[in-house]
């Protein structure tokens, strides 16, 4: 099986053929041949104006609700839509049913790979429960990638602590949402200006910073690791920028969403826009992108968060949180248009993960395992019930013409090629 | 004339002219209502449900008499279940309905912005007889329209609303009415019952009652919605009637008059007394008469009818 990728620009820092235009000939799932121009007659060719690649892409929190709500997704349809976003690697949040507490199901998870890996994260408190530690280690040594309660960030700031402290063993890391629920409480949107009008209950930005606040003080205490992700106001991302000073062993990442929408787009009452953390405000919005470029954020998280039809099409205040993510993320991206680098975001889907969750970068070299995305950043395409690989369709931008399109990914000896 | 929207879904989506045209048609049915006949046939073979998923006693009431007195059919369905506990979803519920041939839905719902939803679903008239902590626009229309009987006009009126702002939907439409009808308008309660960015509305805000009543001239005095507050905001009833709640020997101290208006139901010697509310410078009753006419005027506009008789 021999694929050749014609005149491609390379974008991968690490690589001697960075921003070089090459062909690339690959041959049972290893990067054969890197050079100006290759003829094989018997391989697949893929060609294409603007064309790119880079490493495959990893994602650092996404649902695939399986087991327990495959009506909503599964390990199977969530890897198409990894494939379809250009992910290789997607790390799975645990809050299934049962949730991901123990060895059996991380290997379930593990076994569920494809093309796409799948990367359990192991739940911290055993089922989700926010009271005991779960068995962490054990969820380690069959290939937990990392431990967070997932949607359900932990409360008790003493079982966080021991968390923090348990996992130094194995050279482990948390990873948190920062929400504290007892300033968040029915809160169901960002508490602010648009909240007022609409009547709705709020979730103030300092249920963030106290939440996050506690956390550095127990990753200070702890000299632990930890993740945050779906950092969502100007007053986190400052926390994180400062305990990074201190030399803290701290990083974070965002959602395209934050990136790019506020809680104006809830005027409407859309539940589409109902996520955790919420929309917040443009002078959020803009601290998160200032964050992007002086490299607080570290990486990109999609929150991938599939709901059935029934669990959006409710009124506001019972429907289900979150928006189905792999698949637009790039498009989203790119249409952040703040003057950000194509190379800042390869970087922040590629290298960026696997050097904050500490697994090996693939490269891209001659004689090295092919994990690869294509992609370009001109072409138009329609995010629609024919291109959408979700079993859901939970996202504003179900229906509308995207720019900057995934070709397809290599990965694992197989090739997937969006239409 | 015709209103600007084709749903009453709250006053932040009206203009001063579709307030305008609603009051002058309620002065229609307000003369229509002290006539020995009461009734016009003017909504006949049209069909009104009243929907409502909470509790309500005047609003109901009001509603189904404006509805009779226009000569509507009416179906009345009450649930004090939410839509989600009782198992089927509110889409369905409305559509089931509206499958036998309804022409207006009249709501109120638990949860902010379930009329809006249902707008987007539905193709009849919907007006929100209170969604949640959102709007209750009906009751803000006929507490302007009672101010503007009282006081011939809105404009450069001092309004303070005074108690449970952070859970009343009353205030939020009254805030939004009374600004487009050139008010001015103050908030008063006990800090953990203010909004937190309420000013961002363009209201003043006080935590003093006496301060908010010695500036105003109308007193719209809420209830403290116990039912909505999941954790407590203040520390018991009496304490929140020493300090916030509006008796005589306040009012007497001022040496002014102030109307004083309730939205209704009242708990009295809590937000107000009874020799305040009964008083003479109450127009609570008022509000009330006023209700049916408003509402007559609202499912009138909404039927598609383009200006009264």
């Known amino acids: 099986m021999q694929l050749l990728i014609k005149k491609v620009t390379i974008i991968s820092p690490t690589s001697k053929y960075h921003l070089k235009k090459k062909d690339i000939l690959i041959s049972n799932g290893i990067i054969d041949k890197i050079a100006d121009s290759i003829v094989e007659k018997n391989a697949k060719v893929i060609e294409g104006k603007g064309l790119y690649v880079s490493v495959g892409w990893m994602d650092l929190f996404a649902d695939f609700c399986d087991p327990g709500h495959e009506q ?7 890897s198409k839509a990894a494939a379809a976003g250009g992910y290789t690697d997607v790390c799975l949040i645990p809050n299934t049913n049962p949730s991901n507490s123990s060895k059996s199901t991380v290997e379930y998870l593990k076994n569920n790979s494809t093309i796409v890996n799948l990367h359990p994260i192991g739940s911290i408190s055993k089922n989700i429960e926010g009271k005991d530690l779960a068995e962490m280690y054990d969820m380690r040594l069959s290939g937990a990638i990392a431990f967070s309660d997932g949607k359900k960030p932990v409360q008790q700031s ?41 009547g709705m209950q709020g979730k103030a930005s300092i249920a963030e910073s106290i939440h996050l606040q506690r956390n550095i003080e127990l990753l200070q205490y702890t000299q632990s690791k930890l993740h ?22 701290i990083t974070c990442s965002v959602t395209p969403h934050h990136l790019l929408l506020t809680d104006n787009q809830l005027i409407t009452y859309n539940s589409l826009y109902k996520t955790t953390p919420p929309l917040r ?7 998160l992108v200032k964050g992007v470029l002086d490299g607080t954020i570290d990486c990109i998280a999609t929150h991938h968060t599939p709901q059935d039809w029934d669990s959006k099409q409710v009124e506001f205040e019972y429907a289900k949180e979150g928006m189905i993510g792999l698949q637009t993320a790039f498009s989203l991206l790119l249409s952040v248009n703040e003057n950000i680098p194509l190379e800042t975001w390869i970087h922040l889907l590629t290298d960026a993960p696997r050097e904050i969750l500490q697994i090996d970068k693939p490269e891209i070299a001659e004689k090295s395992k092919a994990c690869l995305t294509l992609f370009n950043t001109h072409e138009k395409w329609n ?30 000896n197989q090739w997937h090629f969006n239409e | 004339m015709r209103l600007s929207v084709k749903h009453l879904l709250g006053i932040k989506d009206l203009t001063k002219e579709d307030i305008e045209l609603i009051f002058q048609t309620a002065d229609n049915f307000k003369a229509v209502l002290s006539r020995p006949i009461k009734k016009v046939p003017t909504l006949r073979d049209t069909t009104i449900v009243n929907l409502f998923y909470e509790n309500s006693t005047r609003t109901r009431i009001s509603f189904e008499l404006a509805e009779k007195r226009l000569g509507a059919d009416t179906i009345n369905f009450a649930t004090s279940s939410s839509s989600v506990s009782k198992g089927e ?32 679903h539905i193709q009849v008239p919907i007006i929100n007889a209170g969604d949640g902590t959102n709007e209750h626009p009906t009751q803000a229309l006929l507490d302007a329209y009672s101010i503007r009987e009282k006081c011939q006009t809105l404009r450069g009126k001092k309004v303070a609303i005074i108690g449970d702002i952070m859970h009343s939907r009353v205030a939020l439409s009254n805030i939004f009415c ?53 954790k407590p905001l203040f520390s018991s009833l009496r304490e929140y009637a020493l300090f916030y709640g509006v008796n005589k020997k306040l009012l007497d101290s001022l040496q002014k008059e102030i109307i004083i208006m309730h939205p209704g139901p009242i708990n009295r010697g809590v937000e107000i007394d009874s020799d305040v509310a009964d008083g003479p410078h109450s127009i609570i009753l008022n509000q009330v008469e006023n209700g049916v006419a408003i509402r007559m005027a609202i499912l009138y506009l909404l039927a598609g009818k383009t200006s009264a008789e």
């Open chain 1, 158 to 198: 003493g079982l966080l602590l021991k968390a923090l402290e348990y996992i130094k063993t194995f050279d482990g890391m948390v990873i948190e949402i920062p929400e504290d629920y007892s300033i968040a409480q029915n809160g169901q949107m960002h508490e602010g200006e648009m909240s007022t009008r609409l």
């Open chain 1, 72 to 78: 909503k997704e599964t390990c199977i349809t969530g």
């Open chain 1, 383 to 412: 995010f629609d019930a024919t291109t959408n690989k979700s079993k859901s369709t939970n996202s504003p931008y179900f229906g509308q013409t995207l720019t900057g399109k995934v070709i397809g990914i290599i990965n694992n």
């Open chain 2, 178 to 230: 009374l600004q487009k009808l050139g008010a001015e308008v103050l908030v008063v309660g006990p800090p953990t019952l203010i909004p937190k960015h309420i000013e961002s509305l363009g209201v003043q805000v006080t935590y003093d009652v006496r301060e908010a009543l010695q500036w105003c001239d109308v007193a719209n005095v809420l209830r403290i919605q116990l039912e909505r507050q999941n």
């Open chain 1, 281 to 287: 405000t443009e002078v959020d919005r803009k601290a």
């Open chain 2, 89 to 120: 979803g509110l889409i369905d519920t409305v559509n089931n309905i509206l499958s036998m041939k309804v022409d207006m839905v009249v709501m109120r719902h638990s949860a902010s912005g379930a009329p809006h939803f249902l707008a987007n």
């Open chain 1, 228 to 249: 945050v992700t779906g950092v969502s106001t100007q007053k986190g991302i400052e926390l994180i920028r400062q305990a990074k000073k201190k030399g803290l062993n």
